[in-house]
């Protein structure tokens, strides 16, 4: 049988991929091109959008339109009727420009990444298909641009219309997509085999591999840092970890990590882990590990997570170290969960926190990105009653939402590399992380999607109840640190500078370059990138986040150093290391990093 597969890839396939590449054929006819590229992805485009595939110029025009109103941007309650006939004159208008843009080559593939290589510029056609490609998607955005509807209708069908450009880039398919058939040549066809093998395996996981999932293992290449669960309930396990130093400061710290994820994004290679860091640098250091969520936790709620979790923590951490007060640091919806218990504890009268450091955390959700495309009154009542009353919401759903907010980066460009190219997914620490997703308890998740994505209840202050006490962020009165990434596309920058604001003590405000995860994890030894702190050393904040960032320093290097120096003095005074991990009341349980990071996502819930 492997006979016979050989034989046919070589007397068929090869053929027709140099046909492909070669034939004047397709460099004259663009039109049998195009129908190529849309045979292909045919499958692709009907689960994205659940349009038909347009066979010429005309019905390519009608299937954009079609596309828009059928993601919901555009209804005949809002008139979407007359925004579709603007839409249409505008686009007529455009087609003019886009004409003679090509008919002087437009270059624009040239500029873009997935166009870049020599088998794309130097074949007229492909370099051709490429910048018609660019120039139709352009001007469809202008199209969609110039309709007269609200602005989160606007931004909606933005969002979704750029998903259907980007799914259908001619890159995406191996017909044409020249440097998958040089590839395919060149291997003589063993880089299609492999790529459909590699499709193969994605198929049963259920999603796009973005690393090599088999290069490493928790406890042992990851989240190696030495250390004891000292405590553990059914919704997380506490890490101590190991002292490195002769003396430690007196008061610990918790980390409260995000529970969409694991904590070890904190934890990843020795060389990359800040809580190894932060160990080095004298700092006893606590961290949560979220449990994993089966379908017996499916019941528990935002109040849990805060009583039975944050809170919890908090109080061991105190009987554990024998002090009165801790020092916290939250990152990304942790910093959310750590808000609301800093807000609880201080609104209840409990002063057993010094200081709180917030990375790329949202409070203020009123401009939440691109995410915001996917969140509306219906969206969310659709889940409350499929999950609102228990139910497990799935890591891999999540991750997808995420991963569409940078489609080309995190999806598309691994659809080439490994379906079409057939490659290998890199070794890469921060991405086996970012594909080691966790499932949610659905209350849990219908009440912070509620309240912060769509109704953004948090900081209206006594609008809404967490354990039963009225939430207002200004009760935050202990000095916080709160850092933000200029690019992140998860938390906004401004929004985690408004977020800031809302906050009633002092706030040093710290602006660092790249993204969500690359902005936090850039670790000191390598003096890597940059950041932007106030010019002077006052903690107040200015108006605005622009207004902040004009009267900002940019500094060369990690943000870790300033943090570090910024947090010594409320660690209190410096004490002989505890060795000895845990205490007489939560004796050690087991090794870092424990069971419950280990668990992996549940899938048939």
Same mark, same amino acid.
């Given at each position: 049988?492997?006979?016979?597969?050989?034989?046919?890839?070589?007397?068929?396939?090869?053929?027709?991929? *140099?046909?492909?590449?070669?034939?004047?054929?397709?460099?004259?006819?663009?039109? =049998?091109?195009?129908?190529?590229?849309?045979?292909?992805?045919?499958?692709?485009?009907?689960?994205?959008?659940?349009?038909?595939?347009?066979?010429?110029?005309?019905?390519?025009?009608?299937?954009?339109?079609?596309?828009?109103?059928?993601?919901?941007?555009?209804?005949?309650?809002?008139?979407?009727?007359?925004?579709?006939?603007?839409?249409?004159?505008?686009? *007529?208008?455009? #087609?003019? =420009?886009?004409?003679?843009?090509?008919?002087?080559?437009?270059? #624009?593939?040239?500029?873009?990444?997935?166009?870049?290589?020599?088998?794309?510029?130097?074949?007229?056609?492909?370099?051709?298909?490429?910048?018609?490609?660019?120039?139709?998607?352009?001007?469809?955005?202008?199209?969609?641009?110039?309709?007269?509807?609200?602005?989160?209708?606007?931004?909606?069908?933005?969002?979704?219309?750029?998903?259907?450009?980007?799914?259908? /880039?001619?890159?995406?398919?191996? %017909?044409? !997509?020249?440097?998958?058939?040089?590839?395919?040549?060149?291997?003589?066809?063993?880089?299609?085999?492999?790529?459909?093998?590699?499709?193969?395996?994605?198929?049963? =996981?259920?999603?796009?591999?973005?690393?090599?999932?088999?290069?490493?293992?928790?406890?042992?290449?990851?989240?190696?840092?030495?250390?004891?669960?000292?405590?553990?309930?059914?919704?997380?396990?506490?890490?101590?970890?190991? @002292?490195?130093?002769?003396?430690?400061?007196?008061?610990?710290?918790?980390?409260? @990590?995000?529970?969409?994820? *694991?904590?070890?994004? $904190?934890?990843?290679?020795?060389?990359?882990?800040?809580?190894?860091?932060?160990?080095?640098?004298?700092?006893?250091?606590?961290?949560?590990?979220?449990?994993?969520?089966?379908?017996?936790?499916?019941?528990?709620?935002?109040?849990?997570?805060?009583?039975?979790?944050?809170?919890?923590?908090?109080?061991?951490?105190? $009987?554990?170290?024998?002090?009165?007060?801790?020092?916290?640091?939250?990152?990304?919806?942790?910093?959310? &969960?750590?808000?609301?218990? &800093?807000?609880? $504890?201080?609104?209840?009268?409990?002063?057993?926190?010094?200081?709180?450091?917030?990375?790329? +955390?949202?409070?203020?959700?009123?401009?939440?990105?691109?995410?915001?495309?996917?969140?509306?009154?219906?969206?969310? %009542?659709?889940?409350?009653?499929?999950?609102?009353?228990?139910?497990?919401?799935?890591?891999?759903?999540?991750?997808?939402?995420?991963?569409?907010?940078?489609?080309?980066?995190?999806?598309?460009?691994?659809?080439?590399?490994?379906?079409? =190219?057939?490659?290998?997914?890199?070794?890469?620490?921060?991405?086996?992380?970012?594909?080691?997703?966790?499932?949610?308890?659905?209350?849990?998740?219908?009440?912070?999607?509620?309240?912060?994505?769509?109704?953004? !209840?948090?900081?209206?202050?006594?609008?809404? *109840?967490?354990?039963?006490?009225?939430?207002?962020?200004?009760?935050?009165?202990?000095?916080?640190?709160?850092?933000?990434?200029?690019?992140?596309?998860?938390? @906004?920058?401004?929004?985690?500078?408004?977020?800031?604001?809302?906050?009633?003590?002092?706030?040093?405000? +710290? &602006?660092?370059?790249?993204?969500?995860?690359?902005?936090?994890?850039?670790?000191?030894?390598?003096?890597?990138?940059?950041?932007?702190?106030?010019?002077?050393?006052?903690?107040?904040?200015? /108006?605005?986040?622009?207004?902040?960032?004009?009267?900002?320093?940019?500094?060369?290097?990690?943000?870790?150093?300033?943090?570090?120096?910024?947090?010594? @003095?409320?660690?209190?005074?410096?004490?002989?290391?505890?060795?000895?991990?845990?205490?007489?009341?939560?004796?050690?349980?087991?090794?870092?990093?424990?069971?419950?990071?280990?668990?992996?996502?549940?899938?048939?819930?």
């Amino acid at each position: 049988m492997f006979e016979s597969a050989q034989n046919v890839r070589m007397v068929f396939v090869i053929p027709l991929i *140099k046909d492909c590449l070669m034939s004047n054929t397709y460099a004259n006819d663009f039109q =049998k091109l195009i129908s190529q590229m849309q045979q292909a992805g045919q499958n692709w485009l009907r689960s994205l959008s659940g349009v038909p595939i347009p066979a010429n110029a005309a019905e390519l025009q009608t299937a954009w339109l079609k596309a828009v109103e059928a993601m919901g941007a555009l209804t005949p309650s809002s008139g979407g009727t007359a925004a579709l006939g603007a839409m249409q004159a505008h686009w *007529k208008a455009e #087609q003019q =420009k886009l004409m003679a843009q090509l008919s002087h080559g437009s270059g #624009q593939s040239a500029q873009d990444k997935r166009f870049q290589s020599a088998d794309w510029q130097t074949a007229a056609h492909y370099r051709l298909l490429a910048d018609a490609y660019l120039a139709t998607s352009q001007s469809l955005l202008k199209s969609l641009d110039a309709v007269d509807m609200q602005a989160a209708q606007k931004k909606r069908a933005r969002f979704f219309l750029k998903q259907y450009l980007d799914a259908i /880039a001619p890159s995406n398919f191996l %017909a044409t !997509n020249p440097e998958a058939l040089r590839l395919a040549i060149d291997t003589k066809g063993e880089s299609l085999c492999q790529g459909a093998e590699n499709f193969g395996g994605d198929l049963a =996981k259920g999603y796009v591999s973005i690393t090599d999932e088999t290069a490493f293992k928790v406890g042992k290449d990851i989240a190696v840092s030495p250390g004891k669960v000292v405590f553990e309930n059914d919704l997380f396990q506490l890490i101590q970890y190991q @002292p490195s130093t002769s003396q430690v400061y007196l008061r610990p710290m918790l980390f409260v @990590p995000p529970c969409i994820n *694991k904590f070890y994004i $904190l934890d990843l290679t020795p060389e990359n882990s800040l809580i190894r860091y932060l160990v080095s640098k004298g700092h006893t250091v606590f961290v949560m590990s979220w449990r994993n969520v089966d379908s017996s936790m499916g019941k528990l709620t935002w109040d849990d997570y805060i009583a039975q979790g944050v809170v919890k923590a908090v109080d061991v951490v105190r $009987l554990v170290t024998n002090v009165e007060k801790i020092n916290t640091l939250g990152f990304c919806v942790g910093g959310t &969960l750590l808000a609301c218990a &800093l807000s609880v $504890l201080r609104r209840m009268g409990h002063d057993v926190v010094e200081s709180a450091t917030f990375l790329t +955390t949202f409070v203020d959700f009123t401009d939440v990105g691109d995410i915001g495309a996917y969140i509306d009154e219906a969206f969310v %009542a659709a889940r409350e009653r499929e999950v609102g009353q228990g139910g497990v919401v799935r890591g891999s759903d999540l991750a997808f939402a995420f991963s569409s907010l940078r489609a080309n980066d995190l999806i598309w460009s691994y659809v080439i590399s490994n379906y079409l =190219k057939g490659s290998k997914p890199p070794a890469f620490d921060l991405l086996y992380w970012n594909a080691d997703s966790t499932n949610l308890p659905g209350p849990w998740y219908c009440w912070y999607i509620r309240n912060t994505y769509l109704e953004n !209840n948090l900081v209206k202050p006594d609008h809404v *109840k967490v354990c039963s006490v009225p939430i207002d962020m200004s009760y935050i009165d202990m000095p916080s640190f709160v850092f933000a990434a200029r690019e992140d596309h998860i938390v @906004p920058w401004h929004s985690a500078y408004a977020s800031a604001a809302s906050f009633g003590g002092a706030v040093e405000f +710290t &602006l660092g370059a790249s993204g969500h995860i690359a902005g936090v994890v850039n670790p000191a030894w390598k003096n890597k990138r940059s950041f932007w702190q106030h010019k002077s050393s006052s903690a107040t904040l200015e /108006a605005s986040a622009d207004q902040w960032l004009e009267n900002a320093e940019e500094v060369p290097g990690s943000w870790w150093v300033k943090w570090v120096a910024w947090l010594a @003095p409320y660690g209190g005074r410096k004490i002989p290391a505890r060795d000895l991990l845990g205490s007489h009341q939560f004796p050690p349980i087991e090794d870092a990093p424990g069971r419950y990071v280990r668990a992996k996502m549940d899938e048939k819930h």
